[in-house]
T-cell receptor
């Protein structure tokens, strides 16, 4: 069964450093998403991406964040200058249609020191 | 009022019991309702997906949506220790793709 993969599984970085989180969605998915989950809190939407552009973003997704689908298979989330409060699990998800089921990856645990 | 409310638990029940998990919501525009299961430090895994009001059954799992009361439920029959996980409700409206999640209910099935 196809699945969403994410790398790395755990990333440790220093405050102020740039990080790139990578995702390989299920092939033929057209919509892509990033969510985050701070430890002990709910899963929160960050951004949705369709047809090579952002279709929706939350208030969390400020200028420090960017997304890219550089080669038609990978989907990346970049945080330009990490803050302590960016420490969280980051989940990539994808779906075939706008309101279709979203399939989640296993997540990347980001720890900012 | 939070957009989606879910009792965080924890909830412990003996093996074989029927489990009832619930969420309430305030946004009447929500049309799509999902239940995800999440094991510790893993990604959410879809269990049930329903559109608008009604019931949907899949094996031991039944999802119910009551839009008039803004209330959704997940029932697990003949619960197993492997059902021990955090259960997340999520919902979205027709206008956008983002999912709004509840806080999750941590469920433990005691053998």
């Amino acid at each position: 069964e196809p699945e969403v993969t994410q790398t790395p599984s755990h990333q440790v970085t220093q405050m102020g450093q740039e990080v790139i989180l990578r995702c390989v969605p299920i092939s033929n998915h057209l919509y892509f998403y990033w969510y985050r989950q701070i430890l002990g809190q709910k899963v929160e939407f960050l951004v949705s991406f369709y047809n090579n552009e952002i279709s929706e973003k939350s208030e969390i997704f400020d200028d420090q964040f960017s997304v890219e689908r550089p080669d038609g298979s990978n989907f990346t989330l970049k945080i330009r200058s990490t803050k302590l409060e960016d420490s969280a699990m980051y989940f990539c998800a994808g779906s075939w249609g706008r309101t279709d089921t979203q399939y989640f990856g296993p997540g990347t645990r980001l720890t900012v020191l | 009022q939070k957009e989606v409310e879910q009792d965080p638990g924890p909830l412990s029940v003996p093996e074989g019991a029927i489990v009832s998990l619930n969420c309430t919501y305030s946004n009447s525009a929500f049309q799509y309702f999902m239940w995800y299961r999440q094991y510790s430090r893993k990604g959410p895994e879809l269990l049930m997906y329903t559109y608008s009001s009604g019931n949907k059954e899949d094996g031991r799992f039944t999802a119910q949506v009551d839009k008039s009361s803004k209330y959704i439920s997940l029932f697990i029959r003949d619960s197993q220790p492997s059902d021990s996980a955090t259960y997340l409700c999520a919902m979205s409206d027709i206008g956008n793709e983002k999912l709004t999640f509840g806080t999750g209910t941590r469920l433990t099935i005691i053998p």
